[in-house]
């Protein structure tokens, strides 16, 4: 059955008026023990989710909402809550945190019963949750109002808050070739991020018109942690004719290539420059501190909490991203091969 049903069709599969219904969904004591039954029994054929139902019935606000995301690195989802968060204390409103796994094959079931379990007014997905398509079919099925951050696809669908990823990364390796290198690596983002895809054709665009050659053996996969910049940096770096520069999809990877050019003795950014991009904390913590785009994480959380709240038609915001540029970054120390 449709998750679409409503209360007006459950008072007809029981055979009682709307009102009998709501005061079963609102535990009025004033209702038998078979009228009680009756809704019960419709509701249950139905697959009707009494706290959806409520909602709609009554029109009336939980003033909760919730931020679903799956993101591997602590530090970009740290932002992400505090933009949410910064917006809802200003305003009164309770924000539910929910991780899923959108490998997980029951993931839109977890999302419907975050929903009925919760009442929340409406949803905030976090990349990549905001291009799973169970999640947002569940959504969609439940006509619940959401957000999307940094969509890759289905742009038209909701409401979305982004900044131009493929520009981003292309102005990061241009810097680098305008710092003089050539031998450029990329690390790859999480296969299932949408923003790995815009990043690295940003990384090639850029090479491409200064003309240098893209060499796919350059590329390395990533998923958005230490441990693949850490293991993506050993391969790199035990290549006959190693870059000079490598350029991965966040910080946290980046911090792992640093971490893998220290241990082998190197001087940075002598011997390698490295770039990263985010701008999280672990950017300016780390040593050499990490040449990197800022990505304004957590005003794309609060914009796009403030646009949840506001709800009306449908709208898109891009926000601007910068290059900061710090001690992981110079021309490069030896001659190209």
Request: glycine content about 6%.
């Amino acid at each position: 059955m449709s998750e679409r049903a409503n209360i007006r069709d459950v008072a007809a599969r029981a055979g009682v008026a709307v009102k009998t219904v709501s005061r079963v969904l609102n535990g009025h004591p004033y209702v038998s023990a078979t009228m009680r039954e009756k809704v019960e029994k419709a509701m249950a054929e139905l697959d009707f989710r009494p706290s959806v139902a409520a909602r709609i019935l009554s029109g009336s606000k939980s003033n909760q909402i919730a931020l679903i995301y799956d993101n591997h690195s602590p530090y970009y989802m740290f932002q992400i809550q505090r933009g949410c968060w910064d917006y809802c204390k200003a305003n009164g409103i309770r924000l539910i945190a929910q991780p899923v796994d959108v490998a997980d094959p029951d993931v839109g079931d977890q999302v419907r019963g975050l929903v009925s379990e919760t009442h929340v007014d409406g949803i905030v997905l976090s990349s990549p949750v905001t291009d799973c398509l169970p999640v947002l079919h569940a959504l969609d099925a439940l006509d619940i109002p959401f957000v999307r951050i940094s969509p890759g696809t289905n742009h038209a669908l909701t409401s979305s808050v982004f900044m131009d990823d493929a520009q981003a990364a292309d102005d990061m390796t241009t810097h680098l070739i305008n710092q003089g290198h050539r031998r450029i690596a990329f690390v790859r983002g999480h296969p299932n991020h949408m923003a790995s895809e815009d990043r690295l054709f940003g990384y090639r665009r850029a090479l491409d018109r200064a003309g240098i050659a893209f060499e796919p053996q350059l590329v390395m996969p990533g998923q958005f942690d230490f441990e693949s910049g850490f293991a993506a940096a050993t391969l790199l770096l035990d290549m006959a004719n190693p870059p000079t520069a490598v350029f991965a999809a966040n910080d946290d990877m980046a911090a792992g290539v640093l971490a893998a050019a220290h241990g082998r003795g190197m001087s940075l950014p002598e011997e390698l420059s490295v770039a990263g991009f985010d701008d999280t904390t672990l950017a300016r913590t780390v040593w050499p501190a990490l040449t990197t785009i800022h990505q304004p994480m957590a005003d794309l959380a609060r914009t796009a909490t403030e646009i949840l709240v506001a709800g009306g038609d449908i709208t898109h915001r891009r926000l601007p991203h910068t290059l900061v540029d710090r001690a992981s970054v110079a021309a490069p120390f030896r001659k190209e091969l």
